[in-house]
Structures are given as structure tokens and as C-alpha cells.
């Protein structure tokens, strides 16, 4: 059997605990599967004291992360630290310098600095791989980079926010506002402590910059991804949407187009009957495109103990199985470095307003519409008690200007009541 | 840039001259992810005179496969062709021998000599893909092996014959009976030369049967397969199953349970909300389970030339990037044996019988199920016009063999017309 890989894992939390156990329950089988053992030589966290279930005491300890990563006994270093910068960028760093491969969580990090680290390593022969890093537990890094390295990529979609979808579908089910919901999964433990993270759609857009990289062979540009938080979907539009066919996901959307690479991690409606439409609860999941394989949809569970000590060992065992992969998926250093689009694609529009109950009230509507060059592919006024009226509108493809122009404009027609709500339709 | 890896493809039907445009297409794609040229020394196929799609002037032509497969411009012979036995595995123990890796699409050859195959590779230090085996585009294989190699696998399902999936929506969306839907297929050339292998599940059982052995480190076990075609599922099955709130699927499962290992290819209910019962048409679907990750869905196109193609370069370019990995996740010589599970996993089942309109008719069938020690978990009668009335159960879990039993005594009482109908009802 050949050499031992030597692991140093910094960072304890349930990732790096979950990661000590499956490497603790399963060495023969990983061992069989890489034909060499998989040892942790050393462990580093912030709190030695803190009550952890699992056995640590064969392990090293550091109480430094960077004296960790540049241990001579360490071949790969494993960062579950997370957080964009400080002590897990450190560490990283060291790492690389001392001539390490590296496996990450850390997308954070990744989105900020990934092309700089993957340099790195790459000039000095390392790996760097971060399939924990997006969607916990669902191989999609491995179904981009290698899976899917024979097709030019046309689009990536996901829901990689699992809180999100937890509060959208529960908002659905429960028949409860927003506010409420986002209270209740603040309780449950859900939410990340800055909670903008999660609801602001950051931590979503870390990933899809990511997936982004690998698949169009740009630099990761986060700063690029339009981000659109989930906070002004009303349980009012989750149901207008119902009736019309659709539900309301906080939708990730990377492609290139002409007008140069999209990002955007936004609200969409998609087909209520479409694997999208159909993904409830806090899972994940993940559509590639490609230009020969045509669609490949991935669901699993996007985060928790197991799940992302599961995409953890993938990477350490391509790793101890010899595999040298680039970071994303070619050398950084033939990476492009990539034009924002500065228009999206255009796309079906749900319009929602309210509506005051006087004659010829809907063709100042449609007038606005028509002068904006929307056009209107299907309608639905509700009925009503009171002086307004709930009118939906499914548009034909438009522009998203088009649409915020009309929006503005709407208003000043004096029938419409409050802001109108436009929401992209993705086809899916 | 590196050497550029020199492949041999044997076999030019829909998938050689797929996986040759892609070669075309994209060479420069490729030498950016994989560092090096892919280059086609030489190609063979049965009809020279052929017309194809492809501009095949700069490759040498061989007559012979063997010839081929052991040219010594060919480092990667990518076998094509089909087949168990004959030119297709000629051919791949030639290649070996001459020590060559192989990528192949061959389902059938590797069922049922998978493991003799890998060890002659390994044991010269070379390599078996087959990612196109097994699900067309989806990267199922290396999902299994990869992806997931730090799990303890828990069980495989899947819908991975496309043409039985076409056939069972095809008849409940159209009301058509099994006979005319399989007529239609084979019309649109849906089905295999021998339409046995599709709608019996012998092609998908092989299928099963090689992610079978990654999941569960055992040799390839296709005789083991416990195989039950599409061929006698009625329509009328299908409309009951629906009102029960679930659809028929042909279903994959394999799981190593404690009476050994669990392989079974046939017709099983599975609840209609659920991905596996959300599928429609040709797509295919697989479901992997594993100690850590949870569930992990995969959905694609099982077949056609694009997204068959994209998984035979995805085995190319993983040679090509310097990865090696055992065709079977671990070395062949370190499979087990398999012990075939005698008896399945117990499981709820579905039961639909004809029952004459007479008192105690439904007295007579609980006695029989109760003597059996099956417990009724729902039961259905319907309305009726003539002399017979449908019941439908569902059983809460049981047996195979107790089914059986009681299904062989049911008609007896005289009370129930006909064959009663059982399908097991698996839980997804």
C-alpha cells in the first residue's frame, strides 16, 4: 500500500467534526477505495475546550491555523473554517506557500480570492478543490469540472440557499408573511448570524461564481452577480404565482451571452411542475446545461454535518487517488477575464398591481405596456370587495429596463395603487 | 503542453461520430482543461461506404477493431461497437493486452465480463471507464465512484431505460394499452433490435448491476439481477396506481441488506410527488444513498448521440488529465463475492383484483391476506356496472413470498376473477 495522506482539518464545527468522523468510521473503506490510508495528523479550532463529539486526542493540536497548514506532517490542508478573510485566508495562504493542496468549504474565501490562491498553487504543481463549497452534499463541482469537461456550458442554474427555499416554501404551505417565516427559521437556527447572507442572496451568489468559473473558464467575478435578496417576496405574489403555474425560487443564473457573462441571484418564477418548481424544503439543486448533454439536474441536501463532510472526502480522496485537477477546471492562468453583461437576457415578466375600479382603468395599463414595447401574453384581473382590483400579467419576453421603465411610469396613471411588482420568469 | 493523448474509436454509430464532433468541435476546449491535445489516430466500423455525418479523412481507417485497439498511435481505445461478447470484447482484451487504457459505452459487455476486464487492466496499470454505460449524459459513475466515495452506499435506484419510461407515461397520458404504446416505440425507433432488452430490463439490469458493484465493492453480479419486464403492466394498473396517489415506474434498486445483496430491475409503484415519479418521457433518473450524504438525485437524457457522447469524453478527458482510478472504484481483486439476497426487502405492495358482486366477497380476500399475516393498509373498491366490481390494497409492509402466496390462493375462494395483480411499492 502506498504512502499514508496526511490531513490537517482547521476548523471543528459540524463540518469538520462530521469530516473527522467518516474518516474515523471508515478508514478501511477509504483506504480500499484510494489504496492508501487517509490519516489527520493535526486539528486546529478556536475553542480547545468546547465539548466535541468525536475522539480528538490522536490528533495534534494547534491552536494556530497557519502553524497547522505548514506542518511538515501535513499533505493536504482541509479548511472548515470559513469567513472571506482572516485566519482561513491566512492559513490558506501558508498553506499553498509551504507547498500544500488544499480542500475548502469556504466559498466565501473562494468568491474573493479564489483566482489569486488558485495561482498560487497552481504555479507551485497544488491542487486547491472546494466541492463543500457549493451545495454541501450534491457532487457538483466534480459534475461541472469533470462530468460535463466535454461540452462548452450554456447555462448554470441552482437554488443553493436552502434557507431561502425553506422560507419561500414554508411562506406556500403555512400561508405566512415574510417577516414571520424569516422569525421562525431565525429561531430554528436556520440563518447565518448575519442573516443577510442568506436572505440578501450573498452566500447563493459566492456559489454561483463559482460554478461560473468552471464553466465558461473566466475569472470568478462576484462582484459581477446581481444579487437580489428574497425580503420583497410577499406571500401575496407566492400565491399569484401559484395560480398562474409558477413558484417563486431564489433562482442562481450564470450564462454567457453575446452581451458577455450573466450573473444573477434573484427571485424567479419558475414552472410550478418543473424539478425546480418541484424542490421543497431546505434541498438543494442544481441545473447544467451543455451543449451536448443537454440538461443534467442534481438535487440533494445543500447543507448540514454529513452532507458537506461528504463533498469534504470526495476532494480528499480525488486527491490521495492522485487526480491533480485545476481549481476550476483549467489553469488559472488561461482563465479569461470576463465582460459583465451589462443587460440581461431578455425573459417573461410577472407583473402584479393593484388596481382602483374605474372605468377604462386596464387600458391605461395595457397603453403604458404597449408604448414600453411589452407585450402581454396573459392576464388575470381578481375579483374584489373593496375599490381595487388585483391584476396579474404574464408578459411576453421583454427586457428587464423595459419593465422597471413601464413600473415607474404605472403609477402616474393614477389607476394603479402603490408599486407594481415585476418578477423574472426563467425558462426551465 | 504535455503529449497529446491519442485515442482509437471503434464503433461509428450515433455515439462514435457524437463523441467524434465533439473532438472536432472542440479541440481547443479541450487541450485548455485537460492541458493537452486529444487527438483520433484511427477509427473502424463495420461499413466503410457508410455515410456519416463526419469528416473522418484525416483518421486512419482499420477494417479490423483488434487491429485497431492495438495500433501503437493509440493510447485510449474507445470502444463503441456493442455487444457482450464478439468484436466489441475482442477488441477490449486486445487493447488491454497491448496496454491500452479503455473507454467504452458498453453496458452489456462489462455486465457480464466487468470484472475480468478490470483485472487484466489493472493488473498492467491501466484503465476501464464507463460513464456511458450507465445513463447516457448523467455522470451517475463518477457521482458513485467519485463523488460519493466517502460514503458507506446505501442503495442505488433508478429509471435508466428511457424507452420503458417513454412507454409507461406514453400510456397513461395517452389511455393507450401496452401493446399499442410498444407498437408506436418501435415505430419512432425507440426500441432495440431485440425490444426484449428494453422493455424485459435486461439492458437497464445491466446497468444496475455495474453501479452495484461501485456501491457496494463487489464483483459485477448481472445473473444475480432479479428482472421483471414492462410487458405485463395494463393500463388499467397505471389509472388505479394514479387514483392511489402513485405512478409505475421501471425501477433499479439494489441494496446490500442483511440477507446479502438486494439487485432487482422491475416494475415498482413509487409516489407520484416524488422526483423518481415526477419523471416523464425518455429522461432517466438515478438515486444514490449514502451513510453521510443522504439522498442525491441525478435526472438527464439516458441516451442519444450529444449527451452519450459527453460521457465518453468525460472518461477521455479524466485519462487525459493523468487520473486513474479502478473501473470499479476500488481494485478489482479486492471485490467481493457477492452473496445474492434469496429474498427481497420487505416492502408494501399493490394489489388490484376483480371481485365478484356477492356478500362476503371482501370477507373472503381479508381472510386470506390476514392467514397470509398481510395487513391492509388502504383499500379501494370502485363502482361497477356488470357483475364484477375493482378492489385496490395497499398492504402495510410485507413480503414477496406472502404476496405470491396469497395472490396463488385468492383465486380459489371464487370470489375474485383472474390473476390478481401485485407490484411492490418501493419507498423513495
Known amino acids: 500500500m502506498s504512502q499514508p495522506l496526511r490531513l490537517g482539518i482547521a476548523g471543528l464545527g459540524t463540518v469538520g ?3 473527522v468522523k467518516i474518516i474515523q468510521k471508515h478508514a478501511e473503506l477509504l483506504a480500499r477505495r484510494t489504496g492508501r490510508p487517509i490519516l489527520i495528523s493535526a486539528v486546529s479550532a478556536r475553542d480547545r475546550m468546547k465539548n466535541r463529539d468525536a475522539d480528538l486526542s490522536s490528533y495534534v493540536w494547534e491552536e494556530d491555523p497557519v502553524r497547522l497548514a505548514t506542518r511538515k506532517d501535513v499533505d493536504v490542508f482541509v479548511e472548515l473554517m470559513g469567513g472571506a478573510d482572516g485566519a482561513a485566508f491566512d492559513a490558506t495562504r501558508a498553506a499553498i506557500a509551504a507547498g500544500k493542496d488544499v480542500v475548502t468549504a469556504n466559498k466565501a474565501m473562494l468568491a474573493h480570492h479564489g483566482h489569486t490562491l488558485a495561482a498560487q498553487a497552481e ?64 429561531q430554528l437556527g436556520y440563518l447565518e448570524a448575519d442573516p443577510n447572507l442568506d436572505v440578501g442572496g450573498i452566500d447563493a451568489g459566492h456559489k454561483l461564481s463559482l460554478l461560473a468559473a468552471i464553466a465558461f473558464g473566466t475569472r470568478v467575478a462576484f462582484d459581477a452577480v ?10 401575496d405574489d407566492i400565491r399569484r404565482a401559484a395560480d398562474m403555474g409558477f413558484r417563486i425560487k431564489l433562482l442562481g443564473v450564470a450564462q454567457m451571452t453575446g452581451r458577455g457573462l450573466e450573473q444573477r441571484m434573484s427571485p424567479c418564477l419558475v414552472p410550478a411542475e ?21 440538461q443534467i439536474v442534481l438535487r440533494g441536501a445543500g447543507a448540514g454535518a454529513g452532507p458537506t463532510a461528504s463533498a469534504v472526502m470526495s476532494d480528499v480522496i480525488e486527491i490521495a487517488r492522485g487526480c491533480r485537477i485545476s481549481t476550476f477546471g483549467q489553469p488559472a492562468d488561461t482563465l479569461a477575464e470576463p465582460v459583465a453583461a451589462k443587460a440581461m437576457a431578455p425573459a417573461p415578466f410577472y407583473l402584479r398591481m393593484e388596481l382602483t375600479d374605474k372605468p377604462g382603468a386596464l387600458a391605461k395599463v395595457a397603453t403604458i405596456l404597449g408604448e414600453e414595447g411589452i407585450s402581454i401574453d396573459r392576464m388575470r384581473q381578481y375579483g374584489h370587495a373593496d375599490a381595487s382590483a388585483p391584476v396579474l400579467i404574464v408578459t411576453h ?10 413600473a415607474r411610469r404605472l403609477p402616474g396613471t393614477g389607476v394603479v395603487l402603490g408599486e407594481p411588482v415585476a418578477i423574472r420568469i426563467e425558462s426551465v
Open 17 to 19: 467534526i462530521g469530516t
Open 123 to 186: 504555479a507551485r504543481g497544488h491542487v486547491i478543490r472546494f466541492e463543500a463549497a457549493v451545495a454541501g452534499g450534491i457532487p457538483v463541482v466534480k459534475a461541472l469540472t469533470e462530468g460535463l469537461a466535454g461540452n462548452a456550458i450554456t447555462r448554470v442554474m441552482g437554488v443553493m440557499n436552502g434557507t431561502c427555499n425553506y422560507i419561500l416554501t414554508r411562506m406556500e404551505s403555512a400561508g405566512l408573511a415574510y417577516a414571520e417565516v424569516f422569525e421562525e427559521a431565525r
Open 226 to 235: 446581481e444579487l437580489e435578496g428574497i425580503g420583497r417576496i410577499s406571500i
Open 274 to 294: 418543473s424539478p425546480l418548481g418541484q424542490l421543497h424544503g431546505g434541498t438543494n439543486m442544481v441545473v447544467l446545461e451543455g451543449d451536448s448533454v443537454g
Open 397 to 406: 419576453k421583454t427586457t428587464r429596463e423595459a419593465i422597471d421603465h413601464a
